[in-house]
């Protein structure tokens, strides 16, 4: 009798593609690019849509920054009254008068 043969299966996963090893960063314009599409244009067309894109996320943040500059002076006012209340609550809670104290 001569040597048993061996025959060595294939995985399923021998053929996949690895990818090289990228940055955080790079990672996660890669993910902008294949959710958004932009992988499909040209690089002129890219750089208007990363453009807009860019544009639109500035001014968006620009205006939230307005609006919250202008409301931190009432919600400074507001955060005061916050301890107060708090402590004329377990105040009565533990039933004594808060306005002795």
Do not use: H
């Amino acid at each position: 009798m001569g040597n048993p043969v061996v025959i060595k299966a294939k995985k399923d996963y021998d053929c996949v593609f690895e990818p090289e090893p990228m940055s955080w960063l790079r990672l996660q314009y890669y993910r902008y690019q294949v959710t958004a599409g932009t992988y499909l244009f040209t690089y002129k067309e890219a750089f208007v849509f990363n453009t807009v894109v860019f544009i639109i996320v500035f001014l968006t943040g620009w205006a939230a920054k307005s609006i919250i500059v202008k409301l931190l002076p009432s919600l400074w006012r507001l955060s005061t009254l916050i301890p107060s209340f708090f402590a004329s609550f377990f105040m009565s809670l533990l039933g004594k008068d808060a306005s002795s104290q």
